[in-house]
């Protein structure tokens, strides 16, 4: 509860109460209709893609440095990613030069690839121990994925 409305209830006047949370929000125009009114979101772009997929693997090689084992950093760096895609984009992003609504799993799968890529080339050779050898796992698929081309 805010301290407007903590006023409100511990007081024994609600005359101006009413005027502070009711006629103050439509004065400054945040009215009923203007807040359900949501902003159109732009479908990501491959510069947002590659920023957000940045970010994401500084997530994963801060934490590892930070001793965070990475079996639990490089999920939430995912979750991360396709969460900034879902929520700031509306889970679009451009492909092949138009506008494609992903599903979450898709968003997930991208954003887990983009960011393991990112770490491979980065940071990984820092890694030691059970860290070092399930990225390298990863790496692994990784590669065999990308020797088996695209699905048809």
């Known amino acids: 509860m805010g301290p ?3 006023r409100c ?3 024994r ?3 101006w ?3 502070a949370l009711v006629g103050l929000p439509a004065l400054i125009g945040f009215t009923p209709a203007a807040l359900a009114q949501q ?3 732009a479908p ?4 947002q893609l590659f920023l957000y997929q940045g970010m994401g693997a500084n997530v994963v090689c801060n934490l590892v440095a930070q001793g965070v084992p990475f079996a639990k950093a490089y999920p939430a760096a995912v979750a991360m990613v396709s969460g900034a895609i879902t929520f700031g984009h509306g889970s679009e992003i451009i492909q092949g030069g138009k506008p494609t609504k992903l599903d ?6 991208g954003a887990a690839i983009g960011i393991a890529g990112v770490v491979l080339n980065s940071c990984a ?3 030691k121990g059970q860290d070092k050898a399930e990225i390298d796992k990863l790496g692994d698929q990784l590669k065999k994925m990308s020797q088996a081309g695209p699905n048809k």
Do not use: T, Y
């Open 4 to 6: 407007v409305a903590m």
């Open 9 to 11: 209830f511990l007081s």
């Open 13 to 15: 006047s609600f005359a």
């Open 17 to 19: 109460c009413r005027w």
């Open 39 to 41: 902003a159109q979101v």
């Open 44 to 47: 990501a772009s491959d510069q």
């Open 104 to 109: 979450a799993q898709q968003l997930q799968n």
């Open 125 to 127: 050779k820092d890694f």
